[in-house]
């Protein structure tokens, strides 16, 4: 049974930095799809940025380009979102979401149905 636990969320003013992570339990990073998604209140759930295991490469929202990095460590296997120059409306719950039985995250990669495990949320509030 795959679990995911995310951390590394916190309170920070605008143009601060966290590091969020996500423990995988019962999953090798060895292939699939893995994304990072958040949901601020009143809004619906969106993806931000997703991960191809086996190649490494990386998708983003344009909102986020250029100040968030995804990465992965298979030993442990972690997934990373490095977030800087925050904005306020970065303040969200982020998920993280796996999908180990696809090839790749591919154009889809911001669609929920298409991820199979979720973690519980990591809180990220910014402060102007």
Excluded: H
């Excluded at 990073?29 to 490469?57: T, Y």
């Excluded at 999908?99 to 889809?108: I, N």
Aim: net charge neutral; proline share 3%; hydrophobic share 30%.
């Amino acid at each position: 049974q795959v679990q995911l636990m995310e951390s590394g969320g916190g309170s920070v003013q605008a143009g601060g930095s966290l590091r969020l992570s996500c423990a995988a339990s019962g999953y090798t990073f060895k292939s699939g799809c893995m994304g990072w998604f958040r949901q601020a209140p009143g809004k619906e759930r969106e993806g931000v940025a997703a991960i191809d295991l086996a190649s490494g490469s990386t998708y983003y929202i344009d909102s986020v380009k250029g100040r968030f990095t995804i990465s992965q460590d298979n030993a442990p296997n972690t997934l990373y979102l490095q977030m800087n120059s925050l904005k306020p409306e970065d303040s969200a719950m982020y998920y993280c979401a796996a999908d180990p039985g696809r090839d790749y995250c591919g154009l889809s990669y911001r669609r929920q149905d298409e991820y199979v495990y979720w973690g519980q949320g990591t809180q990220v509030t910014v402060s102007s």
